[in-house]
Structures are given as structure tokens and as C-alpha cells.
């Protein structure tokens, strides 16, 4: 009985060893896979012929470890083999790594039994006619490498098994097929698992023998006899035939002319025709499109058309391409193209193609780390406008001829404005050497005549870490860091970092809630008092603050630089300016007609405002008299228009207004000045004194200067008085009006009410 069964196991194994034989023959991307599943099916059937004929206990045993561990091992390439015959990914369905670490340890848990005899241990049995077997006297530890199997080979089933269902009709049979001869097998494991004889053994013959006809000759042979009645023999264009898993099935000759494996025509990115191909059938499906490849120096551009073959349910069970030759005809559109996508003076990209073609990198590339870099030329109009425009051009076209030359790493590049060039590049390309190093005749080279003007660059850095961002974002947050430096000779690059960014979203954050905080009274008028030495009252000064309903109390620092850069600051001070008539008008009724309120009159106000007709509007409005709404005017507001804004505040003292000018000494105020400027009080800032090298030369030109005021009838009031040294030294020199934290912090209306009233 032995001997017959070892032979039919001999026979099994030559069988599978032929079909191992022609599967290294085929020239498909499923072979390794198919190879491989018919090798442990090989395995199997060697470990079990030892177990069949062996009289020596331990050898059994082995070969039983090594047969359960092959099994698992089998099934894994069964799952592979069903997943990839079905046209799909294993990698997408399986984690791959998890898995083998999984069969790894099962495989060591199963070898293992040979030492500990954990999973089963070996029973003589006589059968037949009084021949010794071995039968498996299985523990519960040997179900938990069972289960691993019956689970992957479940898996196997049912990706088989949905094949079988979702497949057009022509397919239905191979997947079938193997499910079935399959689940055959797994039956009769189970029930023979733990017998002398496993009768399941031969099952693996049988479906050795189907996976290679099913894969390898019947439905690729089948295929190409339905495609073929309907591809014409003789066309003169390119067509191969593919399967509905994307391998090639048939091709004429000009196709094979154009498909040699071993120098294929390939794109732009490496990728050879025939891949191209069998991945766009695989993803888009039907589909008619223009591509350029190459193989050395011949390039070809064709326009290649898919066309499916589908069964009578509309499903598609092959397909064929049609590849013709258009190189002429594209190269004369490429000509145009480049009209329409590149800058004509520099020969780089456009603005509008340079973002198009950035994007198009950054989603080719996801696990590369990119930069988007612009350079912009400091000045530039001086060059053309005092050397002339053609000077201009040579400074830009060397500008550009640097970036496409010298600035290695950068994948694309382009100029998006009249001086402004921008590149994306690789983050480890980046040198900051290259830029900082630039000298002026870098910028003017094969220029005759030269200039006397230096040709500065400066840089700003975008690191791309939202990809989602549109490309033109990322060049407006590098041209953003370069305005930072804008100003600055000596520093080149500047990085769009966190901090900007953080301070962008903020200065959005209060423009947004800006509209909100003024009708809903978030914008509250705070007031410092202005005294005496000894701390009597005068008046006070109109302050702003935001009482956010989400950030709480957000100080002037943070809100009024954001609202003076884009125009908002107006409406802030419309706002407090009646806040602070409204007040006034309050105190009046009340008998306070001896307490003023100083309001601010930001350099914005006079483009945005008509400050003399607002201001006579607000006291008409609360009947109140103008001198107890003084006006506070920076010195900088002044100088920007000297003799308009001395009209404007002559007009306004006429009709009772006191005009104050904020910040004497801050900024371009001269004794030439002083002379000329009709305002009622100077307000000096204590940082005038803070900000000196020398603070006793300081304190004697303040010293002059408020003498001097005195003599010309301007009172001055000193603000950011924090210390009695401060309070004494201002005394002394003839200072009478003080304000600032030593005296009182600004406080809200309430407060200064319950203190001062």
C-alpha cells in the first residue's frame, strides 16, 4: 500500500515540477507568484511522501512541521496569486509587512513542536493490511496555526469567488475554477487533517494544473482569438491587444517596433511605453491622448487611443491600442505653446505656467520636501528709468540666465512679474551662498556700457508645507518675507516663517471680527488722564482697547499697526472720536465742562476722511464746545504735507479747537520746524530721552526744547512718565503737564468716573 501511494505522490510531484518548468517560460508579471505557489505545492507533496514512507518517528515529525509549515506559506501566495489574478494590487487589500511577520512567527511556532511536541505529537497506527502509519494526535495550540490558514485561505476564496461574480461572462470560468478545486482541497484538509493518509494532497495537482492553464494558456489563447476579429491586419498605424488585466496579448509590427523590451521608447519620466500603456488601461480605461517619448536621441510623439472590448453586459474583457505618429504635427504646436506658456524677454516660464507646471510637480513628488523661492531686484525702476530700458532687459535677461545656469536643484522656474523671478526647487537643494554672493557684474555681463547703481537681489523662502495651497499663494508668502527686508542692503533672504504666517492669520483673524467688534461694542474707549505735578486733574486722553469675545482684552499693539496697513484704522477713530463727544457731552449735563478729552488723529485719517468737516460735525452733534475735544496730530502725518495740514489745523483752531502735536522729537521735527508749526501743545514722549546714547546730552536738548516752546506760548505735556526721576527732572526744566503709568494707567470709563468724578 505504501508503495502505491508513494508512487502516486512521486507522480504528483513530476507533474507539478513540469508545470514549474513551463511556468518559468512565460513572460507575464504573474509568474513569480504562480512559480512560487507551484514550488510549496511541490514541498507539500515531497514532505508528505515522507511522512508516507518513513519508519523513523522524528524524521515524520519533521516532515509533518515542515508540511504545515509550507501549508501556510502556500496559501499566502494562494492569497497573492487570487488578488493579482483578479487585477488587483496585493499591497492594497494586505499589509504586507504585518502578514509575513504573522507567517514568521507561525512557522517558527510550528517548527518549534519539535522540541516541545506544543501543537502534536505522533501515534503509531497499522492499516492496510498490517503497515505501519503515523497518525497526528493534535492539541489545542495546533487550531491556532489552523485558523491562520483557514483565514487566508478563506480570503483567497472570496476574492476568487467575487472575481467569479463581477467578471464579465469570459472570465467567470477561470476564477471559478481554481475557487472551486479550491474549497475541494480545503474540505478534504480538514476532514483528513489528523489521518495517516491526507488524501487532500493530491487536490494540489489538480489546481497546479489549473492555475497554469487558467493564467497561462486558456484565457490568454482565448482572448486573442475574440480581440483579433476586430483588429484589421494590415493598418499601417500601431495596435497591440491587452487582457483585462493589462498584459499584452498581441501586437503588429509597427508596435513591436516601438514595444522592444530591451530599449523601449520611454517618457519624461523613465517610464517605458508598454508600462504606460498597461497602466493608464488598467486606471482610466478608454481614453484618447497626446505623449511624447524617446530612446536616445529619437523622439516620438504620438496620439494614443484606447479602445475596450466589452461582453454583451457591457463589461470589459480586453482592449487594444492605436498608437499613431504625430511628431511634425506636435512640434509645430509646441512651437506656439511656447509662445503662450514662456516669458518672451527671458525664455523662462510665465506666471500663469509656472504655477500650473509647480503644481503639476508637487503632486508628482508628495514625499519630496519643496521650496517656492522669488527674487526681486531692489530698485529696479531707477535702472530703467535712469539708464533705459534696454539696460533694464540686459539686467533681466542675466537675471534669468543665473536662475536656468547656475541655480542647480531648480525644477521649474519662471518670472512673475516685471523684476520678480520665482523658482520651486528641492529643499536639499537649496544654498543660500548662491544668492548672497551675487556681485553687480554677475548682473551685467556682456553689457558695454556699465552702471553706477548696484544691482541688489533680494530672496524670500516659502518652505511648501501645505500642498493644498494654490502655487500663487506660495509666491505671495515669499515676496511677503522679502518685503521684511525690503529696506535692508546688507540682508539678502528672508524666510516665510511660523511667525509671519502666525501673524498673517492674526491680522486676518481681527479683520474679520472687525465688523462684528464695532457693532457690538467689543471697541471700548479707555482714558489716561493727563495732571498736574501734584496729580490734579486736567484732562484726559482717549485711548482704544478690544475686549474680544474669544481672546479677552487684546491691547493696541497687537490690532492697530494691522488696521493702519489696510485703512481700517479711519473707522477705529470715527468710532472712538464720537465715543468720546458722546462722553463729554455726559460730563456737561452733569456740570463738568472743566475736564477735555485728546483724541488721536492717525496719519490715515486725512486720505481716508474729512477731518475738518467730521470734527465740526461731532461737536454740532453733542453741542458740545470744540476746545474740550482737543486733537492730537503726529508729527509724521505733518511732515507728509506740511502746508496742507498747517491749513487744516489753522482752520481748526479758528473755530476753537486745541491742536496738539503728538510725539515731538520722534521723528523729523527741527528747530526750522518748530518755527513754522502753529499747534497750541507739544507732547513729547519720555522714549525720546530712553533711546539716547547719551542721555545727558538728551536732557539738555529736551531741556532747550521746552523752553523754548514755552517762549513761542506751546505748553508742553511729556507722556510715558513711569518714575518720580523722571517726574523731578521735568519739573525742573518747566514741564507743567504730565501723563503716563506714574501718574495713572488707562483705565475704562467707569473707573476713571469713580476715581476723578
Same mark, same amino acid.
Given at each position: 500500500?505504501? =508503495? ?15 508545470? $514549474? ?47 504545515? %509549515?509550507?501549508?501556510?506559506?502556500? !496559501? ?11 487585477? #488587483? ?19 517558527? @511556532? ?10 502534536? #505529537? ?15 494526535? +493534535?492539541?489545542?495550540?495546533?487550531? +491556532? ?12 476564496? &472570496?476574492?476568487? *469567488? ?15 475554477? &481554481? ?27 489538480? /489546481? ?22 476586430? %483588429? ?29 523590451? /530591451?530599449?523601449?521608447? !520611454? ?58 505618429? #504625430? ?42 520636501? *519643496?521650496?517656492? $523661492? ?12 535712469? @539708464? ?14 543665473? &536662475? ?10 519662471? #518670472? &512673475? ?25 554677475? @548682473? ?6 556699465? =552702471? ?61 471680527? *472687525? ?56 473707522? $477705529? ?45 461731532? !461737536?454740532?452733534?453733542?453741542? +458740545? ?7 492730537? +496730530? ?98 525742573? =526744566? ?24
Amino acid at each position: 500500500m505504501k =508503495i502505491l501511494l508513494g508512487s502516486i505522490l512521486t507522480l504528483a510531484m513530476i507533474i507539478i515540477g513540469i508545470y $514549474i518548468y513551463k511556468t518559468q517560460k512565460e513572460k507575464h508579471s504573474m509568474v513569480r507568484t504562480v512559480g512560487r505557489t507551484l514550488v510549496i505545492g511541490l514541498f507539500i507533496v515531497l514532505c508528505n511522501l515522507v511522512t508516507l514512507l518513513t519508519r523513523y518517528e522524528w524524521v515524520c515529525l519533521a516532515a509533518y512541521s515542515l508540511y504545515f %509549515v509550507a501549508s501556510c506559506w502556500l !496559501v499566502y501566495y494562494l492569497l497573492r496569486f487570487s488578488l493579482e489574478y483578479i487585477g #488587483r494590487r496585493f499591497e492594497d487589500y494586505v499589509k504586507r509587512k504585518l502578514m509575513l511577520l504573522l507567517l514568521f512567527a507561525d512557522s517558527l @511556532f510550528v517548527i518549534l513542536n519539535n522540541v516541545f511536541g506544543h501543537m502534536f #505529537r505522533l501515534k503509531s497506527v497499522v492499516l492496510f493490511g498490517g503497515e505501519q502509519f503515523y497518525e497526528l494526535e +493534535i492539541t489545542w495550540c495546533f487550531y +491556532i496555526h489552523y485558523a491562520i490558514v483557514l483565514c487566508l485561505v478563506v480570503f483567497s476564496l &472570496i476574492t476568487l *469567488f467575487y472575481g467569479s461574480f463581477t467578471a464579465p461572462t469570459f472570465y467567470r470560468k477561470k476564477y471559478l475554477t &481554481i475557487a472551486i478545486i479550491t474549497t475541494a482541497i480545503t474540505i478534504l484538509n480538514i476532514i483528513t487533517v489528523s489521518s495517516a493518509i491526507d488524501v487532500s494532497v493530491a487536490g494540489y495537482v489538480v /489546481e497546479a494544473i489549473s492555475i497554469y492553464y487558467c493564467a497561462f494558456v486558456y484565457t490568454p489563447q482565448k482572448l486573442l482569438q475574440s480581440t483579433l476579429l476586430q %483588429v484589421t491586419q494590415d493598418m499601417s498605424i500601431a495596435v497591440f491587444v491587452l487582457d483585462a488585466e493589462g498584459r499584452r496579448l498581441y501586437s503588429n509590427g509597427f508596435a513591436e517596433s516601438l514595444l522592444v523590451e /530591451e530599449n523601449p521608447y !520611454v517618457n519624461a519620466e523613465g517610464e517605458p511605453l508598454e508600462k504606460w500603456c498597461s497602466r493608464k488601461y488598467r486606471e482610466v480605461g478608454e481614453f484618447c491622448e497626446e505623449q511624447a517619448f524617446s530612446r536616445g536621441e529619437d523622439e516620438v510623439d504620438l496620439r494614443i487611443q484606447l479602445q475596450q472590448i466589452r461582453d454583451k453586459n457591457n463589461q470589459a474583457q480586453g482592449g487594444y491600442f492605436v498608437l499613431q505618429d #504625430r511628431t511634425q504635427e506636435i512640434k509645430d504646436l509646441k512651437q506656439e505653446q511656447y509662445k503662450a506658456t514662456h516669458d518672451s524677454l527671458t525664455g523662462l516660464y510665465n506666471k500663469d505656467y509656472f504655477c500650473e507646471e509647480a503644481r503639476r510637480y508637487l503632486d508628482k513628488y508628495p514625499e519630496l520636501e *519643496f521650496l517656492v $523661492i522669488c527674487t526681486d531686484i531692489k530698485e529696479f525702476k531707477i535702472i530703467n528709468d535712469s @539708464f533705459g530700458m534696454p539696460m533694464g532687459d540686459a539686467v533681466l535677461k542675466n537675471a534669468a540666465r543665473l &536662475i536656468k545656469e547656475e541655480v542647480n536643484g531648480a525644477v521649474v522656474t519662471g #518670472r &512673475i512679474g516685471s523684476d520678480v523671478f520665482a523658482m520651486l526647487m528641492p529643499k536639499k537643494n537649496f544654498k543660500e551662498e548662491f544668492f548672497t554672493e551675487l556681485k553687480n557684474e554677475d @548682473f551685467l555681463r556682456g553689457v558695454e556700457k556699465s =552702471i553706477a547703481f548696484p544691482v541688489v537681489t533680494h530672496v524670500g523662502v516659502f518652505e511648501v508645507l501645505e500642498r493644498d495651497l494654490p502655487v500663487s499663494v506660495m509666491c505671495d508668502r515669499a515676496r511677503m518675507a522679502i518685503h521684511t527686508i525690503k529696506d535692508d542692503y546688507h540682508k539678502r533672504i528672508a524666510y516665510y516663517d511660523e511667525k509671519l504666517r502666525e501673524g498673517i492669520l492674526k491680522e486676518q483673524e481681527f479683520v474679520r471680527d *472687525f465688523d462684528q467688534a464695532l457693532q457690538t461694542g467689543q471697541i471700548k474707549m479707555f482714558l489716561q488722564p493727563q495732571t498736574t505735578v501734584d496729580g490734579t486733574l486736567l484732562g484726559t486722553e482717549a485711548l482704544v482697547r478690544w475686549e474680544h469675545l474669544e481672546k479677552g482684552w487684546i491691547g493696541p499693539g497687537e490690532f492697530i499697526p494691522v488696521f493702519e496697513k489696510n485703512g481700517l484704522i479711519s473707522d $477705529i477713530d470715527r468710532y472712538i472720536w464720537e465715543q468720546a463727544c458722546k462722553q463729554l457731552k455726559t460730563w456737561k449735563e452733569q456740570g463738568r465742562e472743566d475736564i477735555y478729552i485728546s483724541v488721536n488723529i492717525s496719519p490715515r485719517d486725512f486720505y481716508f476722511l474729512n477731518v475738518y468737516q467730521t470734527f465740526m460735525e461731532l !461737536v454740532e452733534k453733542y453741542e +458740545i464746545a470744540p476746545k474740550n475735544l482737543k486733537l492730537e +496730530i503726529t508729527e509724521t502725518a505733518i511732515v507728509m504735507d506740511f502746508n496742507r495740514q498747517m491749513e487744516l489745523i489753522t482752520r481748526l483752531r479758528r473755530n476753537g479747537f486745541v491742536v496738539e502735536m503728538d510725539d515731538f522729537g520722534s521723528g523729523y521735527s527741527s528747530l526750522n520746524m518748530l518755527k513754522d508749526l502753529h499747534v497750541d501743545i507739544l507732547k513729547i514722549d519720555m522714549a525720546f530721552l530712553n533711546k539716547a546714547k547719551d542721555e545727558e546730552r538728551s536732557k539738555k536738548i529736551l531741556q532747550m526744547v521746552i523752553g523754548l516752546s514755552k517762549q513761542l506760548g506751546m505748553p508742553v505735556i511729556t507722556e510715558g512718565v513711569e518714575n518720580e526721576e523722571q517726574v523731578s527732572f521735568l519739573s525742573e =526744566i518747566g514741564c507743567e503737564m504730565f501723563q503716563g503709568y506714574y501718574f495713572a494707567k488707562p483705565m475704562s470709563l467707569e473707573e476713571f468716573e469713580r476715581i476723578y468724578m
